[in-house]
């Protein structure tokens, strides 16, 4: 089956500073490839996603890349906040409904 | 927005007894899932359900669980004799389509004495 790793497992950045988490998937047949925000006592909130056939998508101070051909994706954060502080877990699927997760990062903005 | 809903967000039983875990889907989706996560480790699929039955289960949803959608709003887990490698978080999840969004729950903690 799918197989993600996440790393690192834990990141602290300064407030404003940019943040990256990276993630590799082991089957090629995967082609979604969700992020999940985390915050305590929570589920995970979906904050971006990328299908296979799109290399790159942002959203405001979030963004994601993919590449195939390495079998990775990353997430990156910038001018980070205080708010931005959460465990983020990447994932992924081959049809959308069946995601396996890494194993998440736990996000620390210092003010 | 609309959210998932999970009940009760904590459970604890002893072992061997029965549990069930409530969800209430976003209203107009159509697909349904049950995930958990045991302290340290990944978020695990154990199974989707679609019209009325299972599409897809993995190696830990074994005989020991089962799911239901008792009416139009509620999706449970059952859990017949639990044991402690089933303390865990719940978390249930929806989509409209499986190619979609999924829109997870808070969960339920569960703790098996």
């Known amino acids: 089956g799918e197989n993600v790793e996440q790393h690192p497992s834990t990141l602290s950045v300064q407030e404003g500073d940019s943040a990256v988490i990276k993630c590799t998937y082991s089957?090629?047949?995967?082609?979604?490839f969700p992020w999940y925000k985390q915050e305590l006592g929570k589920g995970p909130q979906l904050i971006i996603d990328?299908?296979?056939?799109?290399g790159e998508k942002k959203d405001q101070r979030i963004a994601v890349t993919l590449n195939k051909t390495a079998k990775h994706f990353s997430l990156h954060i910038t001018e980070t906040q205080p708010e931005d502080s959460a465990v983020y877990f990447c994932?992924?699927?081959?049809?959308?409904?069946?995601?396996?997760f890494g194993a998440g990062t736990t996000v620390t903005v210092r003010a | 927005e609309p959210e998932v809903t999970q009940t009760p967000s904590h459970q604890v039983t002893q072992m061997g007894q029965e549990v069930i875990l409530r969800c209430v889907p976003i209203?107009?989706?159509?697909?349904f899932y049950w995930y958990r996560q045991i302290l340290g480790q990944k978020v695990e699929f154990l199974v989707s359900?679609?019209?009325?039955?299972?599409?897809?289960k993995s190696e830990i949803f074994d005989d020991q669980f089962s799911v239901e959608r008792p009416d139009g709003s509620n999706f449970t887990l059952k859990i017949r004799s639990t044991k402690l490698e089933d303390s865990a978080m719940y978390f249930c999840?929806?989509?409209?389509?499986?190619?979609?969004?999924?829109?997870f729950g808070s969960g339920t903690q569960l703790s098996v004495l």
């Open positions: 994932a992924a699927s081959i049809s959308g409904d069946k995601l396996s």
């Open positions: 089957d090629s047949a995967s082609n979604y």
């Open positions: 990328i299908r296979s056939n799109v």
């Open positions: 209203s107009n989706h159509l697909y």
């Open positions: 359900f679609y019209n009325n039955e299972i599409s897809e």
């Open positions: 999840a929806s989509n409209r389509d499986s190619n979609e969004k999924l829109f």
